[in-house]
């Protein structure tokens, strides 16, 4: 409890690297009291090892979480850190601090009870989840490719269900470049940008609709005055996709937007994109996972989550993942946020079963 609170009262926005070096450190020194091997990447991200000299050769495990939060230094005066008998409630307690703390108690119980891993097991912590990982994703990407299988600390389904598989999302800009003019006076020399955009909004929507895609115009912005034909305006787009199939045809149609009125000129940017993790059916893998939390004692399903993570691309590349081993709570992102203290022992008494037993064979997720 004394490692959640200081871990929550270290607040840790994305982006604000020197509170995130603070967490960093923190959480380094915890990890060296495990005698793991740490070190920090660039960009702020943090690297650990746990391996035994006769396991040195074997594929490694690859346990992800993250150490930013959606939280604003100075949250914590309005939500502070508080708990009961059960609950611990404070920014990033459940995503992910409350993770973070079921991590490091994993080590200590499988360190105490003399266990060691049946396979070397590399932690990953980075500082960038929660904006999309632009930078995190390469380390993630890297680790990866070497990888047994990845386990996420991600927080679990409601209820405290794994996750097997993940929608991917994406966010592109869309501008447009018109011609400006006196609405008056030059009504036929402009081109409005405005009208322009309204148009591909439109045909977007259109699209979305006739083929049961998610798309979201989160904001739209142009024009300076009612007497200007607009020259510019833009707009952002949330792109929502539970298959690789529907990823495929909405950047096919993003990629393919073309001008409604020939001298409109039109630019797509992906701002960020995280492909879409399809669950693998009947896994040995997940098997094994949920027939350890049945032996422990604390029997869980697993299902596919809607929103995205750093796991979204593990399980993209092929290789077996599975996410949402944080502890439960409720209210992620949300000033609600809490995490149940139970669980927190729950997963770190699963985690430290998961890293110190055998994996099955698995191949190709
Ligand atoms: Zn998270």
Do not use: C
Request: charged share 25%.
């Amino acid at each position: 409890l004394a490692t959640l609170r200081a871990l929550v009262e270290l607040e840790s926005p994305s982006g604000d690297q020197d509170s995130l070096a603070r967490v960093a450190d923190y959480v380094r020194g915890l990890l060296d009291d495990q005698e793991l091997t740490t070190r920090d990447l660039p960009g702020g991200h943090l690297r650990a090892d746990w391996s035994s000299s006769d396991h040195a050769d074997r594929d490694h495990v690859l346990v992800v979480g993250h150490l930013d939060t959606v939280w604003p230094v100075g949250q914590l005066a309005r939500m502070p850190f508080v708990t009961d008998e059960t609950t611990a409630k404070g920014p990033g307690v459940f995503d992910m601090k409350g993770s973070l703390v079921a991590l490091i108690l994993a080590l200590r119980i499988a360190q105490r009870a003399q266990r060691r891993p049946s396979r070397p097991v590399r932690i990953l912590l980075v500082a960038d989840e929660e904006v999309g990982s632009p930078d995190g994703r390469h380390a993630v990407a890297e680790d990866a490719a070497r990888a047994h299988v990845v386990l996420g600390l991600e927080s679990p389904l409601p209820g405290g269900d794994l996750k097997v598989g993940r929608h991917g999302s994406a966010r592109i800009r869309l501008a447009v470049r018109g011609i400006e003019a006196h609405s008056g006076l030059d009504r036929h020399a402009g081109v409005s940008a405005i009208d322009e955009l309204v148009g591909q909004l439109g045909a977007m929507r259109r699209f979305a609709d006739d083929n049961d895609l998610a798309v979201n115009v989160g904001t739209i912005a142009g024009g300076t005055r009612a007497n200007v034909i607009a020259g510019s305006a833009e707009a952002e787009i949330g792109l929502r996709y539970a298959s690789v199939d529907e990823e495929r045809r909405l950047f096919a149609y993003a990629e393919g937007i073309a001008p409604i009125h020939s001298a409109a000129i039109i630019t797509m940017d992906v701002l960020s994109r995280r492909p879409a993790w399809e669950p693998a059916p009947r896994s040995p893998f997940v098997g094994h996972v949920l027939a350890t939390a049945d032996r422990l004692g604390a029997p869980i399903s697993a299902g596919v989550a809607r929103g995205a993570g750093d796991t979204n691309l593990t399980g993209s590349m092929g290789v077996p993942t599975i996410d949402g081993l944080g502890p439960r709570g409720s209210g992620a992102h949300a000033v609600s946020e809490t995490v149940e203290l139970s669980s927190i022992v729950e997963r770190a008494q699963l985690l430290a079963e998961l890293l110190t037993t055998e994996w099955p064979e698995v191949s190709g997720a």
